[in-house]
């Protein structure tokens, strides 16, 4: 796509965005940001479908009413940040005495598992319930805390940004990540698990406290993440294109966040697309499960687009590289697909060439979420990872399960 292409693709989205009265525009502009909000840009080319529009939208709320992903629930807390936005969480406790399930025997041996908590931080645009398949097999095996981020999910919309206009920082993702460990954790060993966005949380936490990384910390599991330079990344796109859409995107989403309610009505009405282009960038196979498809499609969906404006740019001014030396003693995983066109897994690459001792897994045959894409390679890496942390018992088997797991290649 040529640089003029791609700003006529920029301008017309700002155009719709502008324009109260064209509904059908503001579509254009809705599925524009369906891009942004499946970590991509303006121009990207969807292949075409063939499938009637009436066939297709039976076929979502069939997969709505029967996918069984994102239906894991725990037991609930609310922390509050410190500027008062209420933080939802969830806690999935240990079940030490009861018979562990042979798939799980051979995961984690038979032996209870070492009290430490596992907290899960969820990327942008997503939930809690982007684990499904993490917290499924952790499940009663060691105790686990599943959050959402300001903004998402069940969370409140970040007081700060609602009330006083002040932009999120990734800084701020870090101290919320804090009130829910003060809240759901008090005590005791934990394991940060970040992906994408959380990853960034996890080292802005450790940017501004590490002193409980220090004292409580005992691993860190990095997935589908970057430590800075996003500002970089081309999201597949030809150079010209790229360098169109960064100029135009920042006053598009802003011009976006402010129409919000006529945008969510083209973000409906241009589904067909936004399921095309959420498929692209967040998924590299072909053959993924289209109930997991499906799933993917209504955590994003469920992210308003004044919520997409108002993260955006805290992307592009992080840069938390010097935060990686809080990790340098603890076991480590850092695990991306290689495939993803989100945050590539060259910056994964970057963070473990500066913690030696990490464990890097690239999957060959992964995107962007590459813990529901390849579930299995995320699940035996973590449970590694927890067993190195003293979390489960040393002597346990973790091996592959199915053809996903040949996929992963040691860095």
């Known amino acids: 796509m040529s640089e003029s292409s791609a700003e006529a693709v920029a301008s017309a989205a700002s155009a719709a965005a502008a324009s109260a009265g064209n509904w059908r525009r503001a579509g254009v502009a809705g599925a524009a940001i369906g891009v942004v909000a499946a970590g991509a840009a303006a121009g990207v080319a969807i292949e075409r479908l063939t499938v009637g529009r009436g066939m297709r939208r039976k076929a979502r709320l069939a997969l709505d009413s029967t996918g069984p992903y994102g239906s894991l629930r725990g037991t609930p807390g609310k922390a509050y940040a410190d500027d008062g936005t209420e933080l939802y969480y969830e806690v999935d406790d240990a079940e030490p005495e009861a018979p562990l399930a042979p798939r799980r025997r051979r995961l984690f041996g038979r032996k209870a598992p070492a009290p430490v908590t596992v907290v899960f931080s969820h990327g942008y645009c997503l939930n809690q319930d982007s684990w499904h398949f993490q917290r499924a097999a952790l499940r009663g095996v060691v105790r686990t805390v599943h959050w959402d981020q300001r903004s998402h999910g069940r969370s409140g919309r970040g007081v700060a940004q609602l009330k006083d206009g002040t932009p999120v920082a990734i800084d701020e993702l870090g101290r919320d990540l804090k009130a829910v460990i003060d809240a759901a954790v008090p005590e005791g060993p934990i394991v940060l698990v970040g992906h994408s966005m959380g ?162 897994v690239l999957v060959a045959d992964a995107g962007h979420l590459v813990m529901l894409e390849h579930p299995e390679v995320v699940i035996d890496r973590l ?29």
């Open 199 to 360: 990853g960034m949380t996890v080292m802005a936490l450790a940017d501004q406290y590490p002193e409980l990384i220090r004292d409580r910390v005992v691993a860190i599991a990095l997935v589908g993440t970057s430590s800075g330079r996003l500002g970089e990344v081309n999201f597949g796109l030809p150079v010209a294109g790229v360098n169109a859409v960064r100029r135009v995107l920042p006053g598009v989403l802003r011009a976006l966040g402010q129409q919000a309610a006529l945008v969510e009505r083209g973000r409906r009405a241009t589904a067909d697309l936004f399921a095309g282009v959420i498929k692209r960038y967040s998924f590299a196979t072909r053959d993924v499960d289209p109930a997991v498809e499906r799933f993917a499609e209504r955590m994003i969906e469920g992210t308003p687009i004044d919520v997409v404006a108002e993260f955006y740019p805290a992307f592009t001014e992080h840069d938390k590289t010097a935060a990686l030396t809080h990790f340098t003693d603890l076991p480590v995983l850092v695990l991306a697909g290689v495939k993803d066109l989100v945050t590539p897994s060259e910056h994964s690459e970057a963070i473990a060439d500066l913690l030696p001792d990490a464990e890097l």
């Open 383 to 411: 449970a590694d990872l927890l067993m190195r942390a003293g979390a489960v018992p040393a002597g346990a088997t973790v091996g592959g399960y199915g053809s996903t797991s040949s996929t992963a290649q040691p860095g």
